[in-house]
């Protein structure tokens, strides 16, 4: 199981961008990668990344449905990971389609709604280049407890 040190509130911006600029991006072989999404802005209560919506269209032409879910899924898992400094799950996620996308990036911002010791949830909300608002997706994570 992977640990790290958990970030910690009243921290800078200078010294977040500095813990994200330390933290490993995506693998090769990862469905992140195959998305092209990216990490770019950490807080102690938020993480923001985004995807192009090119590449992750369904049929019609528009913003895939499960490439919303997949980038809100990543962000309040990534979230949850660098907050609890362990591995966690997903164990719960509701997404709400509000608008399409037919070109540009989609944003999200994940930020926390409740961090406990177990579980923590995120509202993730995601925007056009526009800052129209496309999705709502809330999510829960399990955090793993170190085997002894």
Request: glycine residues 10%; proline residues 4%; without cysteine.
């Amino acid at each position: 199981m992977k640990q790290i040190t958990p970030l910690a509130p009243g921290l800078s911006e200078t010294e977040y961008a500095a813990i994200l600029a330390g933290h490993p991006q995506f693998g090769d072989d990862t469905l992140m990668a195959a998305m092209n999404m990216s990490i770019d802005s950490l807080g102690y209560d938020f993480l923001s990344g985004s995807v192009p919506v090119e590449g992750n269209k369904q049929p019609a032409g528009l913003f895939h449905g499960g490439a919303h879910v997949a980038l809100a899924e990543t962000l309040a898992s990534q979230h949850s990971f660098l907050r609890a400094g362990t591995n966690v799950v997903g164990v719960d996620l509701n997404a709400t389609h509000l608008k399409a996308a037919r070109s540009g990036r989609v944003r999200g911002r994940a930020e926390v709604i409740h961090a406990g010791r177990t579980i923590i949830n995120h509202e993730v909300r995601m925007t056009d280049d526009d800052s129209r608002l496309l999705s709502i997706v809330r999510i829960t994570n399990l955090v793993l407890q170190p085997q002894a």
